[in-house]
């Protein structure tokens, strides 16, 4: 379960920094012939790095629970 939480919380925080890094670099995305409009990474950023706090956070706690 730690090793799971580790990864799942990185996995997101990594998701969160790219989607920055879209925003500053205007990087444009694609997905087959849909072309991602920016605003998606206004979303997606709070979102990936709550999934990522969350998932820090539980590690903390089964650590403490431990």
């Known amino acids: ?4 939480l580790r990864v799942s919380g990185a996995l997101f925080g990594v998701i969160a920094l790219l989607h920055i890094l ?3 670099g205007h990087w444009p995305a694609q997905i087959a012939n849909w072309t991602v409009p920016i605003s998606v ?3 997606a950023i709070p ?7 969350w998932a820090f956070r539980l ?8």
């Open 1 to 4: 379960m730690r090793s799971y």
């Open 22 to 24: 879209r925003l500053l």
């Open 41 to 43: 990474s206004w979303i």
């Open 47 to 53: 979102a990936a790095a709550a999934l990522s706090i």
């Open 59 to 66: 590690l903390r706690q089964t650590a403490v629970s431990s």
